[in-house]
């Protein structure tokens, strides 16, 4: 399991030198933020079961948490830069203390009851797990993607009806590309998916959306499929 978390974040970086080195810093800053924030996560899962102890597994259980806290919000933003749909100011800060908030909770596990009402570790496999009973504001990170998918969502529909330069094609894939990544949370969170499912998943989506906001999806489609 180790090797494959690790091959898992080697693959996330890659990505990340990639965006870096290919396309424009103007275009590609808030994505390069999204395969970091991965990256991370990655790391944070590797030592999550290596961990000896309670203290050491809360904190990588901490930053395991960085892509469900701030991913949602870094994909909002790039779908605003694609529909050209400028936010208010006083809504990114509101959006991005949200995040602030949720990661509170979860980086504060162990010091109060609002995330974990009460956590152990179990060490006695070959990898370590994290026993916990879910507190009162566990789900503020729940209701938080959900906050986060109804925004982007909506600024999809919105940018289409009024036609800010996104096509029927383009909406529909962005709305894809959401819900995808949506459900994989959600799937992981009622054990149906494994969270190195996830995470392989989110990195083949961010791919796709990369290159659906570079180049275009269906332009790819007709110059690299189609000709064959």
């Known amino acids: 399991m180790t090797m494959i978390y690790l091959l898992a974040m080697i693959l ?5 030198i990639f965006l870096i080195k290919v396309f424009d810093y103007k275009v590609s800053s808030i994505y390069a933020l999204v395969f970091l924030t991965v990256t991370i996560c990655d790391y944070g899962y590797i030592n999550l079961i290596h ?13 395991t948490y960085l892509g469900g806290c701030f991913v949602p919000f870094f994909m909002l933003i790039g779908v605003c830069k694609l529909c050209n749909f400028k936010q208010k100011a006083w809504a990114v800060i509101f959006e ?7 990661f509170y909770i979860v ?15 179990d060490t006695s496999g ?27 969502y909506g600024v999809i529909i919105w940018s ?16 894809l590309i959401c819900t995808v990544a949506i459900l994989t949370y959600i799937l992981v969170l009622i054990n149906v998916l494994t969270t190195l499912t996830r995470t ?12 659906l906001v570079k180049l275009g999806l269906f332009k790819v489609i007709n110059r690299h499929i189609l000709k064959i």
């Open 126 to 152: 070959t990898y370590s797990k994290l026993i916990k009973e879910y507190g009162p504001y566990h789900n503020i990170y729940t209701m938080g993607m959900i906050l986060f998918a109804i925004i982007t």
């Open 200 to 211: 392989s998943i989110l990195c083949v989506l961010l791919l796709q959306f990369i290159w």
């Open 160 to 175: 289409y009806q009024r036609k800010r330069d996104v096509s029927y094609k383009t909406a529909i894939c962005l709305a």
């Open 12 to 16: 996330s970086s890659i990505m990340l």
């Open 96 to 102: 991005f203390a949200c995040c602030l908030v949720c």
């Open 51 to 63: 961990a000896r102890t309670v203290e050491e597994a809360l904190l990588a259980n901490s930053v």
């Open 107 to 121: 980086a504060t596990s162990g010091r109060n009851e609002l995330n974990y009402r009460v956590v152990s570790l």
